[in-house]
């Protein structure tokens, strides 16, 4: 398949980066890039050799900017709908990947794509990051999923304050309330997120893939089934050569050497 509007390239072994590529209008997430977006998605999820998506934005000015308003501007109720469906059917995709997904929030990270940011199991950002849910500013709620996760991350009173005025959260701020998990210098983000995307590929595949499954089910569930998905997964570890290598490796002061089965 080939993208009109990202570009979505395997740097090494396993580990795939997605860029949202509509750099002229700060990367923002109209329908087309949404099932762009989608499709890649589809391919990590299929691919067994898959690690880690690395998530960012053309350019060095936007991760991205927000739903596109352009697009959105005509919608009737009907058609808004189910924008809002689609994106919130993508970014749902991510939550539902088999590996891990990382933002690197290069810029803007507004609207649609705070949302995105979000819905990576996590995201570091360079320090001209700047996140926020302005949709208020445009007559608006939140489309993508912003009303439901900016409260599970940071807390429902800084959600609110933050949906409700507009404001927007400087990088040293989204580390301080827990959108990220690090900043770095602008030039630096990218190596960033290689790096943790090595670390992860380098750890035991199923052990990896599990823990993303278990913590993102974990989520929805009450903490007595969520644990009991938990032993599942602990026992299934436990039928893979990979385990055994792990342990073995502990055992004999080396580093452990994974195949993936
Ligand atoms: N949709 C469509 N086009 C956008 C856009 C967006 N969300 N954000 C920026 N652009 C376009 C601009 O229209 C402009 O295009 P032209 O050059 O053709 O005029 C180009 O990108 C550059 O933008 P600016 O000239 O505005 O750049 P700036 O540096 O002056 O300002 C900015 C940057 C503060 C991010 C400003 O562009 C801005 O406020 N953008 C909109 C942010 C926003 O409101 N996002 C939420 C969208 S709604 C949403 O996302 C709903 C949802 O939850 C699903």
């Known amino acids: 398949m080939t993208y009109q509007n990202i570009l979505f390239e395997e740097l090494e072994a396993g580990i795939h980066l997605l860029t949202v590529n509509r750099p002229k209008a700060l990367n923002a997430l109209n329908a087309e890039t949404l099932d762009e977006i989608a499709a890649a998605l589809a391919r990590v999820g299929q691919d067994p050799a898959a690690r880690v998506l690395l998530v960012t934005g053309a350019g060095d000015k936007a991760f991205v900017a927000g739903a596109d308003i352009a697009q959105m501007q005509a919608f009737d109720s009907a058609r808004a709908q189910a924008f809002s469906e689609r994106g919130n059917r993508t970014f749902r995709a991510i939550e539902l990947l088999p590996v891990p997904a990382i933002a690197l929030v290069n810029g803007y990270a507004l609207g649609g794509g705070c949302e995105l940011a979000m819905a990576c199991d996590w995201a570091i950002a360079s320090e001209r990051a700047l996140f926020g849910q302005p949709e208020v500013n445009l007559g608006v709620v939140a489309g993508f999923g912003g009303t439901q996760r900016l409260p599970r991350l940071v807390g429902r009173s800084l959600a ?17 309330i827990g959108l990220v998990t690090q900043v770095v210098a602008p030039e630096q983000l990218r190596d960033k997120g290689l790096e943790l995307a090595r670390t992860i590929a380098a750890k035991g595949p199923a052990a990896v893939r599990l823990t993303k499954q278990i913590v993102q089910r974990g ?11 938990e032993a599942f997964a602990f026992g299934l570890c436990c039928a893979t050569e990979d385990q055994k290598e792990g342990m073995q490796a502990f055992l004999d002061k080396r580093p452990a050497k994974f195949h993936g089965r």
């Open 219 to 229: 989520q929805d569930m009450d903490l007595v089934n969520a644990c009991q998905q």
């Open 160 to 176: 609110m304050e933050l949906l409700t005025t507009g404001r927007l959260v400087k990088a040293d701020e989204a580390l301080r």
